[in-house]
């Protein structure tokens, strides 16, 4: 089955403890990105990826980091996690980048900042 | 001013009800633009992308007016099935995709 997976899917942790939260996809696309969804601001882009070990920021990186070093995986990672950071998050992947294409979401993430 | 402004709703219709919203964007530049559903804190799925001509999947209506930056989704006949948060999504500045913080729509039995 074409999917995109995520994990962990709930995660409560502390301010300060680093964490990394999984994508992967099977559908051998070249995008990628990670999104965080808060109420009243929709989706916003954190970092994106057009192929492997190319990324760029998206609209809000601070306090994120990514990696692309296989084509079907883009982990995030906060290094150093803050309450403000406590949101829902997607990633999402496409044939290709440049905003043509169809986007296919993982389940999400919601993280818990204490 | 935001780069995709929806009316965030909701939107409480009775079953068999015609129901549209609109999207307007800023960047005159944009080129792809779609409609998304989700439901209830669940990821996005694509809906429908929206053609220049207009186009039409079933109940449901896309329109894209270029001259005044703004899209439309018309539901028909609308289905209890139906509700959900529908997202526009716009190619941005920087050609990736910007998305509307949603129209949450209720279709009543």
Redesign the interface.
Known sequence: EAQVTQNPRYLITVTGKKLTVTCSQNMNHEYM?W?RQDP??????IY?SMNVEVTDK?DVPEGYKVSRKEKRNFPLILESPSPNQTS?Y?CASSFT????N??F????TRLTVL | RKE?EQD?GPFNVPEGATVAFNCTYSNSAS??F?W?RQDC??????LM?VYSSGNEDGRFTAQLNRASQYISLLIRDSKLSDSATY?CVV??SA???T????TQLTVLP
């Open positions: 990105s999104y009243g601001l929709g989706l916003r882009q994106y998206g829902l997607f980048g440049g905003g043509y169809e986007q979401f993982g389940p999400g | 995709v965030p080129q792809s779609f998304y804190r669940k990821e996005p799925k694509l992308s997202l190619t941005g050609r990736q995709l998305f509307g913080s949603g």
